[in-house]
């Protein structure tokens, strides 16, 4: 029987010499999936309910398992476990402790399953363990959004495309542009979920099990939806796995682009926010420097969560079924998507809040780049002129003002009726930003009291989301 720095292999029966070292080491996963430890417990327990009362374990087994890996967790929990890398994984750690602990009884948990089944199983407990967290930390960016929206619903920023400034929008509809991409983030992974909560138990090394299971009963256990409908796709496939970091990767691309936002914003050529010290760092060599960390950090680990997605999207390509030990690799590329993602929305959760928004700088840029322009087009177009037209005689104006160097609105009245006589006293408050942006109500729009609406609405949202 093969044994390495005298532990025995539960699989060690038909080995007739010790594993290599390295390969032992180099085929391990406990360092990493010891995380999954309470996922494979609840797990445990609930197999071992179940096959009690399908009669394939007796009641006094069944109770000592379960007791025994009820003690198993505290001792985890008081750092008092002591796990091994010759045990492989946190499978065989567990179950080889709980035979310690409680003997003959420990040995017979692993009827009817395989650890294929089993840490199929497990990732998906702990997955949408971390989707509720993930989804409840989103939840409160949003609530900061929605409440720095309100606040500045009547505040007049830049509105850009090309990064040059295109028409005025308020400064609350900028943020609830924010709040519209982290919905569909929250949505994408409510729908994911509901793939992650299937359970593969039961489907045991690759074909099912000749025990008579009940696979419904152990999943109602388990809280899982329903199970999985194919043993040999149970154990195989990760695409719940691909599918929760594809949203991930979509979700950090959202925070990069208002990572990036804030880092310009922070920028003192634009100066439209401050960041509060607290979120700042300085420099070892400049001492005025204030960086926008946070923000650059999130942006940089957005690069992160991309390679997992490809790296779990290679590692399942090609793969025959069933379950194969490529599958180990899953792991970490999913934990450290979990760390980041995580560690990104609760940096901007906490972030948005603090934000000091500077409303004078974001109304003089507004000012800066004829950002009316479109406004006095659409009002030549209601005094009849068709809009091409139009677009010809402001741009012409444009061109005049940008020659005196002064904005659309400082043209005195004869100047602009020059460029048409369609012109009247009523185009001043056409010019204005505040009646640009009051001008744009309808749903979508960015007049304030369409932000107001808005941001109502995302209110109801957000509490039906918090009732489930
Ligand atoms: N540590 C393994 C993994 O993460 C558990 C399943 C191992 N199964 C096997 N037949 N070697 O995938």
Not at 17 to 34: G, H
Not at 47 to 64: K, P, S, T
Not at 300 to 315: D, F
Not at 363 to 386: N, Q, S
Request: proline fraction near 4%.
């Amino acid at each position: 029987m093969a044994k390495d720095n005298g532990t025995r292999k539960p699989w060690g029966g038909r080995f007739e010499e010790a594993t290599d070292a390295f390969v032992e080491a180099f085929t391990a996963s406990v360092d990493f999936d010891r995380r999954l430890y309470a996922h494979d417990i609840a797990g445990s327990i609930a197999h071992a309910r179940m096959l009690a009362r399908a009669g394939v374990l007796g009641e006094a087994d069944a109770e000592a398992i379960v007791r025994g890996l009820e003690a198993l967790r505290a001792e985890i929990e008081a750092g008092r476990f002591t796990w091994s890398v010759a045990l492989e994984d946190v499978h065989m750690n567990i179950e080889a402790r709980l035979t310690e602990r409680i003997g003959e009884a420990g040995k017979r948990l692993h009827t009817g399953r395989s650890r294929n089944d089993q840490v199929a199983t497990d990732l998906r407990l702990w997955l949408r363990e971390q989707i509720d967290a993930i989804d409840a930390e989103i939840g409160r960016l949003q609530e900061g959004l929605v409440a720095l929206a309100e606040r500045e619903a009547d505040t007049v920023m830049p509105g850009y495309t090309h990064l040059q400034v295109a028409q005025p929008v308020t400064f609350g509809h900028h943020l609830m542009a924010w709040f519209e991409m982290l919905r569909r983030d929250r949505d994408r992974l409510a729908d994911c979920r509901r793939r992650v909560n299937v359970m593969p138990l039961g489907a045991a090394a690759l074909a099912g099990t000749t025990f008579p299971i009940d696979r419904a009963y152990t999943a109602g256990l388990l809280g899982f939806d329903g199970v999985c409908e194919n043993s040999l796709d149970a154990v195989s496939d990760r695409d719940f796995a691909i599918e929760f970091v594809s949203c991930c990767a979509l979700l950090m691309v959202h925070l990069s682009r208002m990572a990036e936002e804030l880092v310009l914003w922070a920028s003192p050529h634009i100066g439209f926010v401050r960041l509060p010290d607290r979120f700042c760092t300085g420099s070892s060599i400049m001492p005025q420097k204030k960086n926008p960390d946070v923000p650059e950090l999130v942006r940089g680990k957005c690069g992160r969560v991309q390679g997992h997605l490809v790296a779990l999207l290679t590692l399942m390509k090609g793969q025959p079924l069933a379950y194969n030990k490529d599958n180990q690799e899953d792991k970490e590329p999913v934990f450290d998507t979990v760390d980041q993602v995580l560690g990104s929305v609760r940096a901007f959760a906490d972030l948005v809040p603090a934000l000091e928004p500077d409303r004078g700088r974001m109304r003089a840029a507004a000012r800066e780049g004829f950002a009316t322009a479109t406004d006095l087009a659409d009002y030549l177009v209601r005094k009849g002129v068709p809009f091409r037209d139009a677009h010809e005689i402001v741009g012409r104006a444009v061109r005049h003002a940008q020659a005196e160097g002064c904005d659309l609105a400082d043209l005195p009245l004869e100047t602009l009726r020059g460029f048409s006589e369609a012109i009247d006293e009523d185009v001043r408050e056409v010019l204005t930003l505040d009646g640009a942006v009051a001008a744009r109500d309808h749903i979508g729009g960015t007049a304030p009291a369409q932000v107001r609406a808005a941001c109502a609405r995302a209110r109801a949202w957000l509490a039906a989301r918090r009732r489930g």
